[in-house]
Each structure stands twice: as C-alpha cells, then as structure tokens.
C-alpha cells in the first residue's frame, strides 16, 4: 500500500555534510522508489521566529514555512523524524519548529472542559536519532529521554500511533561500511514506509 510521508529532517546545520542529512536522503530515496509520496521538511531551510508567550503558541500560525510543513504532516499518514542528540536532547531549532507546528487546532483541539482532543490520528511515526555514544547507553542508562520525550509528549499526545524508533550510536567514529549499512537500513525503512 503507497503512503504519503512527511520526511522532517532535524538537523539545524543546512549543509549536507552531516550523517543525518544522509539518514533522510537514504530514506527518501527508498520511499520515492517503492512509490511512496515524500514531503521533505529540511528545519534548517526554514524561516520561523522561537514562541515566547502561551499567547503566541495558542494563536494560529500565519508563517508560510510553518504552514506548508502542518499541510505535509497534515497530508501524510506516516511522519519520519531525524535528529542529532545535542547536550541529551534534540537541537533547539528542531524543537523550536515542533512548537511551533504542533499547535492547538492542528494537532490538538480542546473539548469543552478544556481536555485536549487528539488531532493527528490515524498516522504513523519512526524516530531516528543519532548518538555519539553507544545506542544501548542511550537507551538503557539514559532512558531515551529525548525519544520518549518526543514520542509521548508531542507525537502521541497529537494522536499520531504507533511510534516506532531507530538509534544509532557512535555515529562519528563509526567506519565507512557501518554508516554504509545504516544507510542501506534507512533505504528499506524508506521502501517499506516504516
């Protein structure tokens, strides 16, 4: 069955040198050739100002750049997310950009006793993160913070279930035909849509 993917590339750096940008590339690539739509949502290519009131965050966002990646999310019926770990968690551009589409009356409305309704389900998620340290410290001694952050408060909390997740760890002293495998990994996750 074709999906419709929202591809989110987290990275804040816009350059392509950087292991992510190859992460998202592979992914497409698999997704494009197996038929899938793709909506690439680069954060480093967009042009959005960080929320600083509740004011802020509750009115409806008039940015185009912000508008056009709530109509891919909103089109799509699976979401990919890439990141790098920074300091324990996603970069703050790439959380910026979540506050920022992920709004009340787009991902969550409010019945009328003010408890939040789900907005995004019937989607799909995968989360790809890399790590400087092994993926199994991250996962077990770190708990996934970042991960189960953005899995539960932002992802499930819209609706969007399941929520599926890759790590890779040690990616910058990781040798060629490791970052080749990964590469070919995301290729079939890309294929498959998962």
Not at 76 to 96: N, R
Not at 108 to 136: C, E, H, Q, Y
Request: hydrophobic share 40%; glycine share 8%; with cysteine.
């Amino acid at each position: 069955m074709k999906k419709t993917i929202a591809l989110i590339n987290g990275h804040p750096d816009g350059s392509d040198q950087h292991f992510c940008h190859g992460l998202a590339q592979a992914y497409e690539t698999g997704a494009r050739k197996a038929g899938h739509e793709v909506r690439r949502i680069d954060v480093a290519q967009l042009d959005f100002p960080i929320l600083r009131t509740k004011q802020e965050f509750d009115e409806e966002s008039t940015i185009p750049d912000i508008r056009a990646a709530q109509d891919a999310i909103r089109a799509a019926s699976h979401l990919v997310v890439i990141y790098p770990l920074w300091l324990g968690t996603m970069p703050a551009l790439l959380k910026a950009f979540l506050e920022q589409v992920f709004r009340p009356g787009f991902a969550f409305d409010r019945n009328s006793k003010g408890w939040p309704v789900k907005a995004l389900t019937g989607r799909s998620a995968r989360i790809v993160i890399t790590v400087g340290m092994p993926a199994l410290v991250y996962r077990w001694y770190f708990l996934a913070h970042s991960l189960k952050s953005l899995e539960r408060n932002i992802l499930k909390f819209s609706g969007i279930s399941p929520v599926r997740d890759t790590i890779y760890g040690m990616v910058e002293t990781a040798g060629q035909a490791k970052r080749d495998k990964w590469l070919s990994q995301m290729t079939d996750l890309g294929r498959r849509a998962g």
